[in-house]
């Protein structure tokens, strides 16, 4: 391995801004279209400005506004995503901000959807990109567009709505929940963009861009994993925008989404498909967390591997190993996956800078983790619990030749009990109690060696 030039790309991290745009796309020109909204980007990676947002949360507030596009949610996803903060680490604050735990329990529960969704993924793995489920309702046109159409990525439909949130999209990399909802579910179920279409084109501009949330969500709205399919009217849209699109909309009354519930479903559905929903069995029986059997001897001198979900010196493995070297893998598997647009790496750049002395390489981590280890003196790689089957297969491959040691992160809850992943709501009942308690030690990582 190249040490010099590995130092020399982690050094890239603590560029500024501007120059570290410039340098990030012309590292990587085919993922640099979006170079101008890299440059305009409101939010910064890294600590400090997670921590500022965090001191913002307001969990009573949450609880009374979170379906409203100008609520009180905390915008913390993208540092989530990235491991720069924890589950664990919100839920802490967010129950030392109220009386009873309970009051805090909205936000929680949230959290625990993407838990969840994690979980669910690393059962899944690629599949995830698959239909996990049947259909519940036969839809009226085929849903078989391969692409998201181009008046959609040009934000030209003439629904002021779903323009608006493309836009968005495209410029700030981030929607509320319900904008989120409301265009998948318009895509999906008015436009009959297949799911995953819709999936990839969020992963490319999202900063909090995951497969686990991402995908599984999509197929959530889609009907593919959930009871029935997400739909929603031009009155819940004016409802919780404030009506921020309607009154300037050339399509008001005409829109594809006006009418009530019953007349969408009918104008989209012809019915029932004629099967109830059965998410697969192999999301039934007790979790299996561990993806790498754990070496016989602990590397006493890792390589930590800083992955995409711990981009972070709070991750996991750095938090157990404060001494290690440290190494970023750029996978091109991973970039001809999810093709993320410059805003993304950008953000994901700045928030490895937080990380000291960090190797960043690119190429396949089954090659790249060895031979840096032997370059660096390391006895073996230490990564953070992940549910990303190329990271998890990788591991794997590597374990074969070297110790890999897997951290768990600081608990967010208690899964022992679970042993149905089938559903949200059988999840959130079993971790449900464990999830409303402070941890004891939050900065103790958990080794799973
Ligand atoms: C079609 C679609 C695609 C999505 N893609 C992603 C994605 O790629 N990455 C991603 O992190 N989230 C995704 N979500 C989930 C959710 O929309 C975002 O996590 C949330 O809107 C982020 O805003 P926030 O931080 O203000 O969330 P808040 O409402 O403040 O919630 C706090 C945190 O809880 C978690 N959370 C909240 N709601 C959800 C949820 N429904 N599912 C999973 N986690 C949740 C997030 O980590 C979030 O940061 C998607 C949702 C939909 C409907």
């Not at 936000?107 to 959807?113: D, G, I, K, N």
């Not at 019915?271 to 059965?278: D, H």
């Amino acid at each position: 391995m190249d040490i010099a030039a590995a130092r020399a790309l982690g050094a890239v991290t603590s560029l500024p801004r501007g120059p570290l745009v410039e340098a990030l796309a012309a590292r990587f020109p085919a993922h640099a279209a979006d170079a101008d909204a890299a440059r305009r980007l409101a939010v910064q990676g890294g600590r400090a400005a997670a921590l500022a947002r965090l001191d913002a949360i307001d969990p009573g507030g949450y609880a009374r506004s979170r379906n409203h596009v100008g609520g009180a949610v905390t915008r913390l996803s993208p540092w989530i995503r990235h491991g720069v903060v924890g589950l664990a680490e919100v839920r802490d604050l967010a129950l030392a901000r109220v009386r009873r735990a309970e009051d805090a329990e909205k936000l929680v529960s949230e959290l625990a959807w993407r838990d969840y969704w994690r979980q669910v993924h690393a059962a899944l793995g690629e599949r995830i990109a698959d239909d996990v489920d049947g259909p519940t309702m036969q839809p009226r046109a085929p849903v078989a567009r391969n692409e998201v159409p181009d008046d959609v990525l040009a934000a030209r439909t003439g629904m002021a709505c779903m323009d608006a949130f493309a836009d968005r999209l495209h410029d700030s990399g981030w929607l509320h929940n319900h904008e989120r909802m409301w265009l998948a579910s318009w895509l999906v179920h008015a436009r009959g963009v297949r799911w995953q279409a819709g999936a990839r084109w969020f992963l490319r501009h999202l900063l909090d861009g995951d497969p686990a949330s991402n995908h599984l969500s999509w197929q959530w709205v889609a009907g593919t994993f959930s009871a029935r399919p997400y739909l929603f009217n031009r009155e819940n849209l004016e409802t919780y925008t404030g009506n921020a699109h309607c009154g300037t909309c050339d399509l008001l009354g005409r829109c594809d989404v006006e009418g009530s519930y019953e007349a969408l479903t009918d104008r989209f559905f012809i019915g029932p498909a004629g099967r109830e929903s059965s998410p697969p069995t192999s999301l039934r029986g007790r979790l299996v967390q561990t993806f790498v059997p754990p070496p016989p001897r602990a590397p006493a001198r890792p390589l930590v591997w800083v992955t995409l979900g711990a981009a972070s010196s709070r991750g996991a493995a750095a938090l157990a190993f404060p001494t290690a070297p440290r190494i970023h893998v750029i996978d091109p598997a991973w970039l001809a996956a999810e093709h993320p647009g410059l805003k993304r790496l950008v953000f994901l750049w700045e928030c490895l800078a937080d990380v000291q002395d960090l190797f960043v390489v690119e190429g396949s981590p089954v090659d790249v983790l060895p031979a840096a280890a032997a370059a660096l003196g390391c006895d073996g790689i230490a990564l953070a619990w992940t549910p990303c089957p190329r990271e998890r297969a990788a591991a794997a491959a590597v374990a074969r030749v070297l110790p890999v040691s897997v951290v768990d992160e600081a608990p967010f809850c208690d899964r022992s009990r679970v042993d149905d992943l089938r559903r949200f709501s059988r999840y959130w009942q079993r971790v449900r109690a464990s999830a409303l308690r402070p941890t004891s030690d939050p900065a103790e990582p958990h080794r799973s060696t």
